[in-house]
């Protein structure tokens, strides 16, 4: 996962300094932010000089789905608050997807800690890297933005293949977001995110329900 995370930094850093920000932002962003979906969206934010309340609200809305990651993540493994405090700071997609698989139940809070400093290191070291290098890539190579959705595609596919029997899951995913663009398009994001925590919801209440009754 960390070898994958290269590609990803390396095209972030490149993207920084195509954006016309200089190589030092790519380090700072994915030092002091380390969100990577909010980091591309941050690129377009900055360089545009949008309100800051702008910025925060899409903060929140692109991240929110870390709370849902904290009911099921296995933080109380990981010992001390400094640990703790960073083990929570460096919950991205691929720690929560790592550490919550079948594999992990056995690992201990260490591995954990060390498991997310490494992606760290990884995204925050090639995106430097990308950064400097960036001057070396002409501007008529595209695509690099397109690295972060392979990504997330790669995880998702995983994910459903560690977790055969819950394939409704991602179906309704799917489906909610297809709701969302035809319904909502200038709202996408929260709208598939409304459809689809209420989607879980309305199954949750009705197999809670049909286990009463059995």
Not at 75 to 89: D, W
Request: hydrophobic fraction near 55%; glycine fraction near 8%.
């Amino acid at each position: 996962m960390g070898l994958g995370l290269v590609p990803l930094g390396l095209a972030f850093g490149v993207l920084v300094t195509h954006s016309g920000l200089a190589w030092w932002w790519a380090t700072l962003f994915t030092t002091l932010i380390y969100a990577g979906s909010f980091e591309f969206l941050l690129i377009g934010l900055v360089t545009a000089v949008a309100p800051l309340a702008t910025v925060a609200l899409t903060a929140f809305l692109v991240n929110i789905r870390h709370v849902f990651y904290a009911l099921s993540f296995p933080l109380h493994r990981v010992k001390g608050r400094p640990a703790k405090a960073y083990s929570t700071f460096a919950l991205t997609d691929e720690a929560y997807a790592l550490t919550t698989g079948e594999r992990a139940r056995s690992w201990p809070g260490r591995r954990i800690l060390w498991l997310q400093l490494f992606m760290h290191l990884y995204w925050a070291g090639s995106a430097t890297a990308g950064a400097l290098l960036g001057s070396l890539i002409p501007d008529s190579v595209t695509g690099l933005d397109f690295a972060l959705t392979a990504l997330f595609t790669v995880l998702a596919l995983d994910a459903i293949r560690d977790r055969r029997g819950d394939l409704p899951t991602p179906a309704l995913a799917l489906l909610s977001a297809l709701a969302a663009r035809l319904v909502f398009p200038d709202q996408l994001l929260p709208a598939a995110f409304a459809l689809f925590t209420a989607g879980l919801l309305a199954r949750h209440f009705a197999t809670g329900r049909r286990s009463a009754r059995a």
